[in-house]
């Protein structure tokens, strides 16, 4: 290859699998003309990572996974050297492609105990097997990110914790998983986007620690991922001014934090991978194409994310760079490709998905995560209440033909209520229906994963749940982020609290064994929740 050919390689553009045709030509010109490096999926161009301003709603498409497929197929044949399928799979296909495997968030992993570090383990190899079957080699995954924020916007539930010791474990974990069966992992997003309040899709996150402070523990999982031989590891777009002079500089763009921390002082000489290029907080900052590819590539990245510029950033880069240079981000990524075994024309699909296998898993997961946070009112008060006619059971953000309520009709017969929205008219009439039942279950299925807008649960919703918890004896399961209940107010007085974290049949089924058995509850939370465990 030539200099020119070798920086192509360099270049991650996005593919967006529903996309159009005419769009899916002016990707495979870019691969035969650029010889660039690899390829990073997308569900559609409305999905998140490129859906800032016009909030276009993202349209489902059953074939999804089929048409991922095709293209990943499509694309190597046009490719003049192997492409490096990369995607964000942090809980699985699902994460970017509907009607697939998905497996819990990185919170729910996290409140699994050290014991069953083998269902994280499990976790990252079955995911890489999904990933194989569509022919996909490297997954932007798992994040190395220390969760110590509450109110972050972005990381939250996609953290295994707060514990630096359990992140870096269960990392490592998954990252054996994978790699056990062919597929490249990345740890993100260095040095730490765990503690920031910005979401680096839309601005700069700013971390005030110092390098000590950093060392002691966000960088902790870090370390233990170079030692244990990280295939690669992202920057993240956020500014550490005690590692700039004091300046608000991206991570991304900054070679004191990849030249000098990561690749020197760590010792990291894997990959290293830049976050999205488009997003706000680098992708406005130059007004000249091919500028912002050069910087970043300039700071230390070996690969250019979702860079949005390829022509004009290959030749910035020819006019800047020095042939040593290119020649040691080659070699990073050329030894990546050839662990992955692509070299060898072996990148179409391989395998087929499985659905049993991730249901049977989830169910594992499930029953060794659940966490019991409060628990004042045993079994058999519950079973007492529903002889004496004094028991219900109220789903918020679901109807009354959940799983959970189902798996409980058997042995727990008793009168079911719903609320699935916040509606003033709809909760009084509730109210007067319950004022009969002195004993509640209420299962909380939390509308969204992220913090924004209280989770999307409905103030009125929350108003309901105070005046409930002092009028009646109330059990509540959780079914989602546990930071939601930070927002919940009055849970003093409720006489039963139980997490589940995620709303999967698997976990509804296994949270109403543990309430029909009163089994023991093996999880514990993996963050600090005001009001609960601070």
């Not at 986007?193 to 999982?221: A, C, R």
């Not at 079973?383 to 959940?402: D, G, I, P």
């Not at 409980?408 to 609320?419: M, R, T, V």
Request: hydrophobic content about 40%; proline content about 4%.
């Amino acid at each position: 290859m030539t200099l020119e050919q070798k920086i192509g390689q360099f270049f991650f553009p996005a593919v967006f699998i529903n996309d159009t045709e005419e769009n899916i030509q002016e990707t495979e010109c870019l691969i035969k003309k650029h010889n660039i490096g690899g390829l990073t999926f997308f569900h559609s161009r409305a999905s998140a990572a490129t859906n800032y301003e016009t909030k276009k709603k993202v349209t489902f498409n059953d074939d999804s996974y089929k048409r991922l497929k095709e293209l990943v197929i499509r694309f190597q044949k046009c490719a003049p050297t192997p492409l490096l399928m990369s995607i964000d799979a942090e809980w699985g296909l699902a994460m970017r492609v509907e009607k697939t495997p998905q497996y819990p968030y990185a919170i729910t992993l996290g409140a699994l105990p050290n014991s069953a570090k083998l269902l994280v383990y499990e976790v990252g190899k079955q995911i890489g097997l999904d990933l194989k079957s569509a022919g996909i080699h490297y997954n932007l995954a798992p994040l190395a990110d220390i969760n110590n924020n509450p109110n972050n916007p972005v990381i939250g539930y996609r953290s295994f914790g707060q514990n630096k010791e359990k992140v870096a474990l269960f990392a490592m974990e998954y990252l054996r998983g994978m790699n056990e069966v062919g597929v490249l992992g990345c740890l993100k997003h260095f040095p730490g986007h765990g503690n920031t309040s910005v979401d680096s899709h839309l601005g700069l996150p700013v971390l005030e620690e110092t390098l000590e402070q950093l060392m002691e523990n966000e960088l902790f999982p870090f370390i233990k991922g170079i030692d244990n031989n990280v295939d690669s590891i992202m920057i993240g777009h956020l500014a550490v001014p005690a590692l700039n002079e004091g300046k608000n500089t991206s991570a991304t763009l900054s070679k004191s934090i990849i030249e000098d921390l990561l690749r020197k002082q760590l010792g990291f000489d894997g990959l290293v991978i830049s976050d999205a290029l488009n997003m706000h907080s680098v992708s406005k900052l130059y007004d000249k194409k091919g500028q912002l590819e050069w910087e970043a590539f300039n700071a230390g990245n070996d690969v250019l994310c979702f860079t949005e510029n390829v022509a004009e950033g290959i030749q910035e880069i020819l006019k800047n760079a020095s042939p040593e240079r290119i020649e040691a981000s080659f070699n990073r990524l050329w030894k990546c490709k050839h662990k992955a075994g692509i070299l060898n024309e072996n990148t179409d699909p391989q395998g087929n998905l499985n659905f049993e296998g991730a249901s049977i898993l989830n169910r594992k997961i499930a029953d060794n995560c659940i966490t019991k946070i409060k628990d004042k009112l045993n079994s058999l008060s519950v079973f007492e209440a529903k002889n004496n006619h004094k028991l219900a059971k109220l789903s918020l953000y679901k109807n009354t033909e959940n799983i959970f309520f189902k798996t409980l009709s058997n042995s727990l017969p008793s009168p079911e209520f719903a609320l699935e929205t916040g509606d003033e008219n709809t909760i009084q009439k509730l109210e007067k229906d319950l004022v009969n039942f002195d004993t509640l279950i209420i299962s909380l299925f939390v509308p969204r994963a992220k913090p924004l807008n209280n989770f999307d649960i409905d103030d009125s919703v929350l108003s309901f749940l105070k005046r409930l918890f002092t009028s009646k004896k109330c059990v509540l399961y959780v079914f989602g982020n546990p930071y939601a209940l930070q927002v919940i107010p009055n849970l003093e007085a409720t006489l039963g609290i139980i997490q589940l974290y995620q709303d999967f049949s698997e976990f509804q089924v296994g949270a109403a064994h543990q309430l029909l058995e009163n089994t023991q509850c093996k999880g514990a939370l993996p963050v600090i929740v005001r009001g609960i465990n601070d």
